[in-house]
């Protein structure tokens, strides 16, 4: 008898691809019991899909029927607040996609609401789950890159502006490249500096390839209606001395078509994330340090495991309301200095 009945709020690519088989996959540990989504029919078409049992348009009703013990959030990010605060409202487990929320606050409100009810609030930031993450964080416990002092974080595409979906619409979205890719890495960048928090952050935001058109890798976009940054550069700095070069794009000219990467410098070691190499000394000479055999993982699955793992008192790396919450400030601090910047 599994442990958790699960629901699901949104019924979109994620849901379908990302998220529904991650759990059917913890079939011993959780029970699909539900989708909902504003759109009927899709919920409907989704749960026969992947034979869940219920599906609704109305999340009130879901839980009346359904009572799932943990929640599954994958709206537009616009959503992620009303749907997370109501799930923990009435007693859910929440593992809400990135980003938090739209503002700090929001992100804040519903941290404290988790811990006030003694449960588990998660976001699914995945690369916490890959093979390289595991051995930087091995690398940085057992003391081989000494103090981190510096970090370049970067998830920059090419040409990637969604061609589909609401990622230009900042309303419904909150923001552009640092809302959908930034954040991904920068808190990659944070967990390697113990979640602390910035004192000053200096930062651009540009939409010159957006509001302008061209050619597109990810479908095409209406530049009329490009309300968000295509990319977003930023300098963050630590009250220990520690710095973090972040650097996100939608649309950059650049050479490849993706660059997501992580560059950890400390007083020891350094290394580099894909492919994970760690830069020292053995036996008194420069080594660079390879792993050629690190094995592929599906880092959904174990997110999502991690989550439930969270949600039964295990330890779990999986990214807290709390870290959640402050990954949040960061962003709209650093939306904010580029606001100031370009006044």
């Known amino acids: 008898m599994p442990t958790f009945k699960a629901a699901l709020i949104g019924g979109g690519n994620i849901a379908d691809k990302n998220h529904i088989p991650a ?5 011993d540990q ?18 026969q899909k992947h034979g869940i049992p219920h599906a609704f348009d109305d999340a009130a009703k879901m839980y009346e029927q359904c009572q799932p013990d943990l929640v599954v959030i994958s709206t537009p990010n616009n959503l992620h607040y009303p749907f997370a605060m109501q799930a923990l409202e009435k007693g859910c487990h929440v593992f809400c996609e990135k980003p938090p929320a739209l503002t700090a606050q929001q ?37 081989q890159l000494g103090e981190i002092y510096h970090i370049k974080a970067n998830f920059l595409r090419r040409r990637g502006i969604p061609g589909w979906g609401y990622f230009t619409d900042k309303a419904m979205q909150g923001g552009g490249a640092l809302m959908d890719l930034g954040v991904h890495v920068l808190d990659l960048a944070l967990c390697a ?3 602390a928090v910035p004192d000053r952050i200096l930062a651009n935001t540009y939409d010159f390839i957006g509001k302008t058109g061209g050619k597109g890798l990810m479908g095409s976009w209406n530049p009329e209606k490009f309300e968000v940054e295509d990319a977003c550069m930023a300098y963050l700095s630590f009250p220990n001395n520690a710095s973090i070069m972040l650097s996100s794009s939608f649309a950059l000219n650049t050479q490849t078509d993706i660059n997501r990467n992580l560059e950890v410098f400390g007083s020891r070691g350094g290394a580099k994330l894909f492919p994970f190499t760690l830069y020292t000394e053995v036996a008194g000479e420069l080594a660079d340090v390879h792993f050629p055999y690190l094995e592929d993982s599906d880092i959904q699955l174990k997110n999502t495991a991690a989550f439930v793992d969270a949600c039964l008192g295990k330890p779990s790396n999986v990214c807290t309301g709390e870290q959640g919450a402050i990954l949040q400030e960061v962003v709209e601090r650093i939306y904010g200095s580029a606001q100031r910047t370009e006044v």
Do not use: F, H, P
Not at 120 to 140: F, H, I, P
């Open 23 to 27: 759990l059917q996959k913890l079939a």
């Open 30 to 47: 959780v029970e699909i019991v539900a989708v909902c989504s504003r759109d009927g029919i899709k919920a409907g078409a989704l749960a």
């Open 107 to 143: 992100a804040r409100e519903m941290a404290d609401l988790a811990t006030r009810n003694d449960l588990v609030l998660a976001y699914n930031l995945q690369l916490r789950q890959t093979g390289e993450w595991e051995l930087m964080m091995r690398s940085k416990t057992d003391g």
């Open 193 to 195: 500096l113990d979640y």
